[in-house]
């Protein structure tokens, strides 16, 4: 739920006068903007007005809303999550009234393509070939409404070819091949586009984007910096600067830009929040904000999931254990739930019904290498080992295929152990040479999920000892 999406370049903002947008004539002394994307200017004395109008009054539920927002990030501030919790539910509530009361005034120059036959746009660019904005406008029809982004990358690049001075055109394409996972391709067309404008937030974030796709978090994290700075309330800066902090084990700095998240965003980052502050062991205060989060409509997997891991790591496995049995309640098609259920069920040795759960989760989605692991440990631990090897071997093929390596060097561990304990050392020295090789430095995960207190000291002596086997 916080993968990092590309960010397409917004409207361009409208452009008006400093006079008083209500009553045309004094000085605008007070900008607030509208859910719709409008801003509106108002005076003191119209600004006093607006307040006191009725509340369908879209400028009086806009000065409501900012007095809201503004509230609950003094709550943020002051660290009272509940009230910022509260607070959040009111401003959720007034932007759903004021974009209910708001109206709109088309723009003669929008295009609504999902109302548009796909062929009319083909037919408008194959007739206007020198004509940019024809190119650019099937393009971005065959990336965003038929996901398309072959295709849109070409006509995108077509479009750059007849109007290379447009920033919208160059961070599209970055769009469409971030799609298509060519990260590499996608940094350059943001590079280009951010030498017409450096200062581009949406542009910045998209280019931190691909960098963490790369794995390059250093360079990432110097782009977030930048697009916080030059669009200070940009959620997805905040956050995405906060995963990547996270991914550093940064994570007081995490814990910052979470709070900052909040402030703007208080759904999405009262999760990540409470999981920066669990990795810095403040439990209670992560507890407590889970607990809302559970409580809340519409309730997430998520949410629930994160609880029960702040449950796990306090050793209460039997409220993990409920609290992942309510999920698997309210969200029966999630796959996940069932997963942690039954790695939960495993450390509370409930083997057979964490086998069950993990056959559950893998019914959804097969795709899951640790899961495959999981049910291979449990099924280890109830001596049906001809079931457990298969998914142990299906984990390895998995995490191959993700070039995921502490996956795969733990599922190696795992049927390494299998092979040991039936005294085919050959097999078995060939899979703890294989969980080495993936992962030489980390045994976290193979202690996490049961691999029998292993770790690399005791992997490489039983290595020395089978080669003196044979």
Known sequence: AFGAQPNRAPPKPNTVDNKCQKCQTNEATFQAKLVNGNTVKLCEECKTAVTSATSNDPAALQTQLDQVEQQMKEAADNEDFTLAAELRDRFKALQEKLAS?????????????????????????????????????????????????????????????????????????????????????????YTTALKLNPNHAN????????????????????????????????IGAWLNRGNTKLEMNDFAGAVEDYRKTLQLDADRAMIKLAIALGELDQLDEAQKLLIRCVAASPPTSRAHLT??????????????????????????????????????????????????????????DDSSSAVHNQCGVSLLAVHKNEDAEKHFKKAMELATNNDATSALASAAANLGHLYDDQGNYAEAKIQFEKSLAADPDNVSTLNKIGANSVNLRVIKERIIRFSRNF
């Open 203 to 234: 542009v910045l974030v998209n280019k931190a984007n691909a960098h963490r796709q790369l794995n390059e978090p250093k360079e990432a994290l110097s782009l977030y910096n930048d697009a916080v700075r030059h669009e200070p309330t940009m």
């Open 101 to 189: 009361t708001s109206s709109t005034t088309p723009d003669d120059e929008t295009v609504d393509y999902g109302k548009i036959d796909i062929s009319d746009l083909e037919k408008l660019a194959a007739d206007n070939p020198k004509d940019a904005v024809k190119q650019h406008a099937l393009a971005f029809a065959y990336a965003t409404i038929h996901n398309r982004y072959e295709d849109a990358v070409v006509y995108y690049r077509k479009a750059i070819a007849l109007d290379e001075k447009q920033i919208d055109y160059h961070n599209d394409l970055g769009v469409a091949l971030y799609e298509l996972e060519q990260y590499s391709e996608a940094i350059k067309a």
């Open 307 to 364: 609880l029960a891991q702040i449950y796990e790591k306090q050793n209460d496995l039997v409220e993990a254990i409920r609290i992942c049995k309510e999920a698997v309640k309210k969200f029966s098609s999630d796959a996940q739930v069932y997963a942690q259920l039954g790695s939960l069920y495993y450390q509370n040795r409930e083997l057979q019904d964490s086998i069950a759960m993990c056959k559950k989760s893998l019914e959804l």
